[in-house]
C-alpha cells in the first residue's frame, strides 16, 4: 500500500516528448541490485513486495518534508500506519538538520523544467535560500548517496540555471527510513557538478542514439 510518485511527462515548447533525468540515468548499470534482490529471495523475503514498501515510505516522507515547506499538508490516506510512522521519523531527521540549516527562502519544491538546448527534463526537490546561497537540495532515502545522485543534481542545475534559476551550491540529503540507513549529507563540489554534467551529457546523448536505432 502507498503511492508511488507520479511519472512526468516533460514537452518541449514545440510538444516534442523529451526524457527526464531518472530515465536518462537508466542507462547506468546497477551491478548491486543482482546480489541483494537475490539475498532477499534467500531469506524468503518477496522483493517486489519490499521493494513497494519501501518506495512508499519513502515517497511519503519526501512528501512530508516538501510539503511543510510551502505549508500544505501532506495527505497520507493510502499509506499503512507503519508506513506513516516510518516516514515521520525519516522527515523528522531532516527538520533536525534544518535546525542547524535554516531555510531562510523556499522558491519553489518539486517543479518539473525542461531544458529546450539540451532536450532534457527533470523536477527538482526543494530549491531555496540557505546561508545566502541559493541552494538546490535533492532529497534521497536509501541506503546511501550514490553517484548517480550526483549526476542527477549537476543535471537539475543546468535544468534551474537555463531557466533563470542560479543554483550557487548543490546539496544532497538521505534520510533513513529504517535503523540499518543512515542520516547522510553530502555538499557537492563544482569538479563533481561539473564532471557530473559532463558524464549526464554523455548519457543523454547515448540515450538520444539508442532511440534513432
Known amino acids: 500500500m502507498g503511492k508511488s510518485k507520479a511519472h512526468i511527462r516533460y514537452k518541449l515548447a514545440d510538444g516534442a516528448k523529451v526524457p527526464g533525468c531518472t530515465t536518462v540515468l537508466g542507462l547506468l548499470s546497477k551491478p548491486a541490485l543482482v546480489p541483494w534482490?537475490?539475498?532477499?529471495?534467500?531469506?524468503?523475503?518477496?522483493?517486489?513486495?519490499?521493494?513497494?514498501?519501501?518506495?512508499?515510505?519513502?515517497t511519503l516522507a519526501h512528501a512530508m518534508v516538501t510539503d511543510k515547506l510551502i505549508g500544505v499538508e501532506t495527505d497520507t490516506s493510502d499509506y499503512t500506519k507503519n508506513q506513516i510512522d516510518l516516514a515521520e521519523n525519516c522527515a523528522f531527521s531532516f527538520?533536525?538538520?534544518?535546525?542547524?540549516?535554516?531555510?531562510?527562502?523556499?522558491?519553489?519544491?518539486?517543479?518539473?523544467?525542461?531544458?529546450?538546448?539540451?532536450?532534457?527534463?527533470?523536477?527538482?526537490?526543494?530549491?531555496?535560500?540557505?546561508?545566502?546561497?541559493?541552494?538546490l537540495i535533492d532529497l534521497k532515502t536509501g541506503k546511501g548517496i550514490y553517484d548517480e545522485a550526483v549526476f542527477q543534481c549537476s543535471a537539475l542545475k543546468v535544468?534551474?540555471?537555463?531557466?533563470?534559476?542560479p543554483v550557487d551550491s548543490i546539496r544532497i540529503i538521505n534520510i533513513p527510513r529504517a535503523e540499518d540507513e543512515a542520516f547522510l549529507e553530502k555538499v557537492v563540489t563544482r569538479s563533481e557538478w561539473n564532471n557530473g554534467w559532463e558524464i549526464f551529457a554523455h548519457l543523454l546523448a547515448i540515450y538520444k542514439l539508442k532511440k534513432m536505432s
Open 159 to 165: 535544468l534551474l540555471e537555463e531557466n533563470g534559476h
Open 95 to 135: 527538520w533536525a538538520w534544518e535546525k542547524e540549516h535554516p531555510i531562510e527562502n523556499v522558491f519553489f519544491v518539486e517543479k518539473p523544467l525542461v531544458s529546450e538546448i539540451h532536450r532534457f527534463g527533470g523536477t527538482q526537490d526543494i530549491y531555496c535560500r540557505i546561508a545566502g546561497k541559493k541552494e
Open 37 to 58: 534482490a537475490n539475498k532477499l529471495g534467500l531469506a524468503g523475503i518477496d522483493v517486489s513486495k519490499f521493494v513497494d514498501d519501501k518506495a512508499g515510505i519513502g
